[in-house]
């Protein structure tokens, strides 16, 4: 099936810095999601996002998809941007359905 | 109009007990997933459903689990006979068409702990 890694495992911000956070993935996908797992273990969808760039407030994305990656950025970070950034692509594996295949997150930890 | 709604929130149960998981999708969804997130790790695939019609059961990890949606909206997931191996956050999510081309949206999931 395919393969998905993430980087950095784990990431320490001061309140107000920037970052950014990667998706590797192994084969053509065509569509990808970009969840934040909050301390409360609720996964919140932050982006679907097949290609090209989107933003939503002080975080945006950018799949490109011919070269298997994506990138998550936050400005401006904020004590509640704590938590884990998953992104997850469908494993076809055959099917058309699209069940997820998860990275194994990136831990991001903003100090006040 | 709501989310994927999941009960109970937690579940603690002793080895050997059965338990049962619901998940109430976006009304409407025709996709349903269930998915298991050990600690420390990313949720990882266990069944699929398709209206009523289970597609999919190739991620569940034992004969033990079970998952049924009879009316195509409402699911559960059944664990018989649990083991501690079973303690784990399950997550239900739905998406609105069948296709690949649709995101999934999950709900806040039942931490299961077995003693």
């Known amino acids: 099936g395919i393969q998905v890694e993430q980087s950095p495992p784990d990431l320490i911000l001061q309140e107000g810095a920037n970052s950014t956070l990667r998706c590797n993935f192994s084969?053509?996908?065509?569509?990808l999601q970009w969840f934040h797992q909050n301390p409360w273990g609720q996964l919140i969808n932050l982006f679907y996002?097949?290609?090209g760039t989107k933003q939503n407030g002080r975080l945006s994305a950018t799949t490109v998809a011919t070269e298997r990656y994506s990138l998550l950025y936050i400005s401006s970070s904020q004590t509640t941007d704590s938590g884990v950034y998953f992104c997850?692509?469908?494993?076809?594996?055959?099917?058309?359905?699209?069940?997820?295949?998860f990275g194994q997150g990136t831990i991001l930890t903003v100090h006040p | 109009g709501a989310g994927v709604s999941q009960s109970p929130r937690y579940k603690v149960a002793k080895r050997g007990q059965d338990v049962a998981l619901r998940c109430d999708p976006i009304?409407?969804?025709?996709?349903l997933f269930w998915y298991q997130q050990a600690l420390g790790q990313g949720p990882e695939f266990l069944t699929y459903?398709?209206?009523?019609?289970?597609?999919?059961k190739s991620g569940l990890p034992s004969d033990r689990f079970f998952a049924e949606r009879p009316e195509g909206s409402v699911s559960t997931l059944k664990i018989q006979r649990t083991q501690q191996e079973d303690s784990a956050v399950y997550l239900c999510?739905?998406?609105?068409?069948?296709?690949?081309?649709?995101?999934?949206?999950f709900g806040d999931g039942t931490r299961l702990s077995i003693l």
């Open positions: 996002i097949p290609s």
């Open positions: 997850a692509v469908p494993n076809a594996g055959g099917t058309s359905y699209g069940k997820l295949t």
């Open positions: 459903f398709q209206n009523e019609a289970q597609l999919d």
């Open positions: 009304s409407g969804h025709v996709s």
């Open positions: 999510a739905s998406s609105e068409n069948r296709g690949q081309g649709q995101p999934q949206h």
């Open positions: 084969d053509s996908v065509n569509n």
